[in-house]
């Protein structure tokens, strides 16, 4: 079986497309120390696909109260810049996250909306647990599965030994891939993120997001997406082959000192935003 080259990878990561002009301005603004709401509200309504989407995540029921929010500004104030950083750096992936993947029997939209829906539970867990940067967490779990977009075009050729390996039951969807292809989702992903120049324990997170207990830079967070992607599973959200069989770690469960309790607090907690479709960053 002829195993998918490092190079032919890296050339088919090249095709991924780099942030736009505005994207970087406004990412670079988000992390000047000296940047202040006003600022932040100049360069967003310059695009106005950001500017509504900034106001609808303001006004959504997890981030907004009984008070309307109008301006960028206020918006901006009430989301905090990481949040809006995550927003940026969302839609500006929606793109790539949209397309249909026959290999993983997702249709269009669906790898986008799972994304995004395992966002807002990474995001969930990480107050549950008091992770100290809860939309990192959010960034994280809305990239998983990237390098998805990529593996798909392998996949698809190899969809007959796929389906009678995966027909077995003896395979959890990861160690197809490697076996197949020689790499799985995760690696390619964390390419995908090296080449957007995102920080080192978000390649990690991405990397490690089914091999939780690998990691070594930030294994609260790898720990984290690990229990929202199979939380969104377990949902019934996560469609696809890579959601049939979906292996929960225990390392992870104890890192975070999650229980059975906690764990339906959260599941609840999701489905009460996620039925709020202004939670979402984009419509799809
Ligand atoms: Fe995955």
Redesign the pocket.
Request: no cysteine.
């Given at each position: 079986m002829t195993k998918v080259s490092l190079g032919e990878l890296v050339s088919r990561v090249d095709e991924i497309p780099v942030f736009s002009e505005t994207v970087n301005r406004i990412l670079t603004l988000l992390e000047d120390p000296k940047a202040d709401a006003k600022g932040v509200e100049h360069e967003i309504m310059k695009d106005q696909g950001f500017t509504a989407k900034v106001l609808r995540l303001a006004n959504s029921a997890y981030f907004g109260g009984s008070r309307k929010i109008h301006t960028v500004s206020q918006a901006t104030v009430l989301l905090g810049f990481q949040a809006i950083k995550s927003m940026v750096l969302a839609s500006s992936v929606g793109k790539v996250l949209v397309r249909e993947l026959p290999g993983y029997a997702l249709e269009k939209e669906e790898l986008w909306r799972q994304s995004q829906i395992c966002a807002i539970t990474s995001r969930v867990i990480a107050k549950k647990v008091k992770y100290s940067k809860p939309d990192q967490a959010y960034t994280a779990g809305l990239l998983?599965?990237i390098?998805?977009v990529i593996l798909d075009y392998y996949l698809s050729e190899q969809y007959q030994v796929i389906q009678e390996k995966m027909a077995s039951g003896k395979w959890p969807?990861?160690a197809i891939e490697e076996e197949v292809l020689g790499f799985?989702?995760?690696q390619v992903?964390a390419k995908i993120a090296e080449k957007w120049r995102l920080p080192e324990d978000l390649v990690e997170a991405i990397e490690l997001?089914?091999t939780p207990s690998l990691a070594v830079l930030n294994p609260q967070m790898v720990s984290i997406i690990h229990i929202a992607?199979g939380l969104v599973m377990m949902l019934g959200l996560h469609l696809g082959a890579?959601g049939l069989a979906y292996e929960f770690s225990e390392d992870a469960m104890k890192l975070l000192k999650i229980d059975e309790q906690m764990l339906s607090e959260i599941m609840s907690e999701v489905v009460d935003i996620i039925s709020d479709e202004n939670a979402y960053i984009s419509e799809i």
């Open positions: 998983h599965d390098g998805k969807f990861v799985h989702h995760g992903g997001h089914h992607d890579d």
